[in-house]
């Protein structure tokens, strides 16, 4: 599975949207990208997957570039049940486990 | 949806002790679980991946012997640390892939984990 980089920390004032970018420029062409968060002393839970075009659920919306190496998880309106670690994988769907990566700290600030 | 039950939450245990963490698919049949690991500010580590029916596959570095790992029906698979020390104390989280693997790989279900202290 193709490695991932996101940034160690971030801030989003509530009520604003959050913006979580990941890189992954290794990315092959049958590779996914999907989206996990982790409230503290949680199980992960699943936000949102794409391969190539955007997606948008209730959640959030997933902008993933035209060359694939990058995404950016959209939060469109942050509340302070937000506040989480975000991971971003970049998986084959037919893939069985899942690897995660050090993750973004988000912060949501009243 | 799709619900994945840990028990328990949490658990202390003396040292030198086995402990047994349980991991439950709910409302579907798991052909394959997955056991991680979490230590404090870390993220989570791979440990194991439980197939039903078939011993465990155990990622690099993890000891098969120290960490058993038991999945003997389509619902239910656990784990169990064997002769616990402090260095094991963490956070530990199951997966259940449904069965039917969901749309396009996001039928991953994860429990609510168990922490685990040694004293």
């Known amino acids: 599975d193709a490695k991932t980089t996101q940034p160690t920390s971030m801030d989003c004032a509530e009520g604003r949207a959050a913006n979580l970018p990941c890189n992954h420029s290794?990315?092959?062409?049958?590779?996914?990208v999907y989206w996990y968060r982790q409230i503290h002393s949680q199980g992960p839970q699943y936000i949102i997957h794409g391969l190539k075009n955007n997606e948008t659920n209730e959640m959030a919306s997933l902008i993933i570039t035209e060359d694939r190496k990058s995404s950016t998880l959209i939060l469109p309106h942050a509340t302070l049940r937000d506040t989480a670690v975000y991971y971003c994988?970049?998986?084959?769907?037919?893939?069985?486990?899942?690897?995660f990566g050090t993750g973004t700290s988000l912060t949501v600030i009243p | 949806g799709a619900v994945v039950s840990q028990h328990p939450s949490w658990v202390i245990c003396k040292s030198g002790t086995s402990v047994k963490i349980e991991c439950r698919s709910l409302?579907?049949?798991?052909?394959?679980m997955f056991w991680y690991r979490q230590f404090p500010k870390q993220s989570l580590m791979l440990m194991a991946t439980?197939?039903?029916?078939?011993?465990?596959?155990?990622e690099q570095g993890v000891e098969k012997d120290k960490f058993l790992i038991n999945h003997a029906s389509l619902t239910l698979s656990t784990l169990t640390v064997t002769s616990a020390h402090p260095e094991d104390s963490s956070f530990y989280i199951c997966?259940?892939?449904?069965?039917?693997?969901?749309?396009?790989?996001?039928?991953?279900?994860f429990g609510s984990g168990t922490r685990l202290t040694v004293v």
């Open positions: 994988i970049v998986r084959v769907v037919s893939g069985n486990q899942f690897y």
């Open positions: 290794t990315i092959s062409g049958n590779e996914y």
């Open positions: 409302d579907f049949q798991a052909t394959t």
């Open positions: 997966s259940a892939r449904d069965r039917s693997g969901g749309p396009l790989g996001t039928g991953y279900t």
């Open positions: 439980s197939n039903e029916g078939s011993k465990a596959t155990y």
